[in-house]
């Protein structure tokens, strides 16, 4: 069997996410008025973006939010997936694989850089696709980020932590985060697809699965703190969830 290219990965990926939006534009029922509400709510009291560029659209600091529908879910990842920051953020990991001669089977040049830079980005679609809407969606979970906020830095950063291997359910309550650990193993599997040969195979599978998942629990830390650092520099005003006490 012919592998393919990381070209044609990229544009299978961008077809079955394309598709997946005009199947829920059809039939997906709209957002129930409370839902609606509750989005309109969250925009208006989170902060969209830490240090004015980097993307936090799916962290919010309202602790009693509607669930997302699955058309909800689908708009928040294509959000992430298709912002500015994310095409920069690509170039920027591409550019460094390629000064260390990550995935050498890419080669140099500016040949090397355009394979790797397409490799990232399908590594951040197919991601984003699988954990935030696709998993998120067949078990019906919640794929934002709920800001503790408050207590001590030891008790954030555990929950933030936390929040990677336990997230909330649509129905209420909470439980183990299928959509994080199904989603990181299956976009680790479909980079054997694009990956050059040297650096494909079930152990390598694994290991970049295990490293996305705790780069998934870093993540967390960083949309826990990153406002509060963001305040002190700009001095930017707390958003606060309106029915804390």
């Not at 005009?22 to 509750?38: E, G, H, I, L, V």
């Not at 708009?75 to 591409?94: E, I, M, N």
């Not at 967390?220 to 990153?226: N, R």
Request: hydrophobic share 35%; charged share 20%; with cysteine.
């Amino acid at each position: 069997m012919r592998k393919r290219t990381t070209g044609e990965v990229l544009v299978v990926l961008l077809s079955v996410s394309f598709l997946f939006a005009t199947a829920f534009a059809q039939s997906d029922p709209q957002a129930t008025p409370q839902a609606t509400s509750s989005q309109s709510q969250s925009s208006q009291n989170d902060q969209e973006r830490v240090f004015g560029v980097i993307p936090q659209f799916s962290v919010t600091n309202q602790a009693n939010l509607a669930p997302l529908t699955s058309g909800q879910k689908f708009h928040l990842f294509l959000r992430s997936a298709f912002d500015p920051f994310t095409f920069f953020s690509s170039g920027f990991q591409a550019g460094l694989s390629q000064a260390t001669d990550e995935f050498s089977g890419y080669g140099q040049g500016a040949a090397g850089y355009g394979k790797r830079y397409a490799a990232t980005f399908a590594d951040q679609l197919s991601s984003g696709f699988f954990a935030n809407y696709f998993y998120a969606s067949l078990f019906k979970q919640d794929p934002r980020y709920f800001r503790i906020g408050q207590g001590t830095i030891k008790h954030r950063m555990f929950k933030a932590v936390e929040q990677e291997f336990v997230v909330r359910k649509d129905s209420g309550g909470r439980g183990f985060a299928w959509e994080n650990i199904c989603g990181a193993f299956t976009s680790g599997t479909l980079s054997n697809a694009y990956y050059p040969a040297t650096d494909r195979g079930v152990g390598l599978t694994v290991s970049r699965s295990v490293i996305a998942i705790l780069y998934g629990s870093a993540g967390g830390i960083f949309s826990e703190f990153a406002p509060d650092i963001d305040q002190k520099l700009f001095h930017r005003k707390k958003n606060k969830d309106p029915k804390a006490p």
